[in-house]
């Protein structure tokens, strides 16, 4: 039988993804999100397969207005993911706090006004400060940035709702998540580089060094599961894909271009301050038959659905600089 999933930020990369993974296999979802642009869906996902994805617009900040839309949705599982990233958050905290901190607050105060049990939700690996080597869930959480502050107080948050509440809730650590849909962020860059390279444009990424990347399609597919498993508690975890140097990804990247086009792509600036491996034993043990898609399978399917997009004329630019700048 068919389950219905009220998503929040259901238009953003993963709520994309989650969407995509929902469909395909019959179920229905239903985004709550306060844009209407559903492009990044429209990307992953062709019209005539969207019969089970519908749109509420609404915002998150309204606490009436989310609970209306979760009871109107007749959704058996939440799964929020409604965020703003970190340069955001930098830019206005306040909007950030508002967002993020208060945000969650609702989904969780709506989650019991309609009578459900259990949220998944997306934390970040932005709860690492840069200290720790190869953090476990356990891992001391030194956040260094606004973004990173908020979603520890998230996690924080859930543990109180399981608490007075009884509402059980798993919250996710992704860090530097790749794939069609991935335009924004702190973390985005190597995403629209592989954009750029199928566009035979150069472009450089903003950040240096090794990071933990995670395929789009597998950071839905832990969401989902962890939605259908019934949880207990506040449990948090870490998602763990493959571990890279940004320069050996832009090799992977100029290897899947024309000759002619490749070494476009660079990469210039700070490390990320977060911890560039994340262990993601324990997640695998709550959550068993979690995909892993290889760092170059990723990568090289990333960059095929590009270039299907392109030759149907839809491929997005806008994560694009008008002017690239030169390698």
Excluded at 66 to 85: F, G, P
Excluded at 187 to 198: C, E, H, I, L, R
Excluded at 204 to 229: M, W
Excluded at 248 to 254: E, N
Aim: proline content about 6%.
């Amino acid at each position: 039988m068919a389950r219905t999933y009220f998503l929040t930020g259901a238009l953003g990369c993963i709520g994309a993804w989650v969407i995509k993974t929902l469909v395909e296999r019959g179920d229905r979802a239903v985004a709550f999100d306060a844009s209407d642009d559903d492009r990044r869906v429209r990307d992953l996902v062709e019209p005539d397969a969207l019969a089970g994805y519908s749109l509420i617009r609404g915002d998150l900040t309204d606490r009436a207005a989310v609970t209306q839309a979760l009871r109107a949705s007749a959704a058996q599982s939440v799964i929020h993911l409604a965020a703003l990233q970190v340069p955001f958050c930098k830019a206005d905290p306040a909007k950030g706090a508002a967002v993020n901190v208060l945000g969650t607050v609702h989904v969780f105060e709506s989650v019991k006004a309609v009578g459900l049990r259990q949220v998944v939700y997306a934390s970040s690996a932005a709860v690492y400060g840069p200290g720790a080597e190869v953090p476990d869930e356990t891992a001391l959480c030194e956040p260094t940035t606004h973004y990173g502050v908020y979603k520890r107080a998230n996690e924080g948050t859930a543990g109180i709702y399981a608490q007075d509440d009884g509402i059980a809730s798993v919250g996710l650590r992704p860090l530097t998540v790749y794939g069609v849909g991935r335009d924004q962020g702190l973390t985005s860059g190597p995403t629209t580089a592989m954009k750029a390279a199928v566009l035979g444009d150069p472009y450089r990424i903003g950040f240096s060094g090794a990071t933990d990347f995670l395929f789009a399609g597998d950071a839905a597919a832990a969401f989902v599961l962890a939605a259908d498993i019934p949880a207990e508690g506040a449990r948090v975890f870490n998602l763990h894909g493959d571990t890279a140097e940004v320069l050996d990804v832009i090799d992977m990247i100029d290897s899947l271009t024309d000759d002619a086009r490749s070494g476009r792509i660079t990469a210039e600036g700070p490390e990320i301050p977060i911890p560039p491996m994340l262990d993601g034993a324990a997640v695998r043990l709550a959550l068993p038959g979690l995909p892993a898609t290889p760092l170059a399978e990723g990568i090289g399917a990333t960059m095929q659905r590009f270039r299907e997009l392109k030759s149907k004329g839809r491929l997005d630019t806008r994560d694009l600089p008008s002017e690239s700048p030169t390698p």
